[in-house]
């Protein structure tokens, strides 16, 4: 199993919402990626966890709130988010071995985030 | 964080090589040059990747200069189904970082 699923595949939410994005892997990556992508642009990084631990955040505003619970699963809690918010989050993982980043990501397709 | 330059936009023939550049001076000593693409409403997916040395396999060639401040990716012969965003990448030896640079959207003609 090569795969990293993402569910919702699509979310539309209000701002007061509050709603959850979820990422899960059983390939036995220990370390788990979140990305934001705007239209026509890259993806830009905004969280890794490595270990279950967090290891890197971008600067990313408080109502985005990533949790670890388990070494498969990743999830990405939304709360009273802005339109500029939608966007399409993308989850990726790695293996971890002795040299860190001579590893490829796996990326889900994406949960496609609109805030009314 | 170090950074990549690429062209915004190439285009090739199908059946023909294609070699798309990618300019990262300020690459450090331990990171890794990765490249992927993206075709429309997917994710990201792994093409290449490498650190000093030239590589190979099924997909592309990575071809990576001497000093290692640029590096291209060889795609042997263009099919349609390569039309895509190709994002070179430094991936941080120090803090496992991989950061898009902005990309080269790849046409490829019939």
């Known amino acids: 199993d090569t795969e990293v699923t993402q569910t919702p595949k699509h979310l539309v939410m209000g701002m007061t919402n509050k709603k959850s994005l979820k990422c899960e892997q059983h390939?036995?990556?220990?370390?788990m990626y979140w990305y934001k992508q705007k239209a026509k642009k890259p993806p830009e990084l905004m969280f890794v966890?490595?270990?279950?631990?967090?290891?890197i955040n971008e600067s990313v505003p408080s109502r985005f709130s990533p949790e670890c619970p388990n070494s498969s699963l990743l999830n990405l809690h939304l709360h009273a988010l802005q339109p500029e918010d939608s966007a399409l989050y993308l989850c990726?993982?790695?293996?971890?071995?002795?040299?860190?980043?001579?590893?490829?990501?796996?990326f889900g397709s994406g949960t496609q985030l609109s805030v009314l | 964080d170090a950074k990549t330059t690429q062209p915004n936009s190439m285009e090739s023939n199908e059946e023909e090589p294609v070699h798309l550049p990618c300019n990262h001076s300020?690459?450090?000593?331990?990171?890794?040059i990765h490249w992927y693409r993206q075709l429309p409403s997917q994710g990201p997916e792994y093409v290449i990747h490498?650190?000093?040395s030239n590589v190979n396999n099924r997909m592309a060639s990575l071809a990576i200069a001497e000093d290692r401040k640029s590096s291209t990716l060889i795609l042997h012969r263009a099919t349609l189904r390569d039309a895509a965003v190709y994002y070179c990448?430094?991936?941080?030896?120090?803090?496992?970082?991989?950061?898009f640079g902005q990309g080269t959207t790849l046409q490829v003609k019939p």
């Open positions: 990726a993982s790695r293996a971890i071995k002795r040299h860190a980043t001579n590893e490829k990501l796996f």
């Open positions: 390939m036995g990556h220990r370390a």
């Open positions: 966890y490595s270990y279950e631990k967090l290891s």
């Open positions: 300020t690459i450090s000593g331990t990171d890794y």
């Open positions: 490498g650190l000093t």
């Open positions: 990448i430094l991936a941080s030896g120090n803090t496992g970082k991989l950061i």
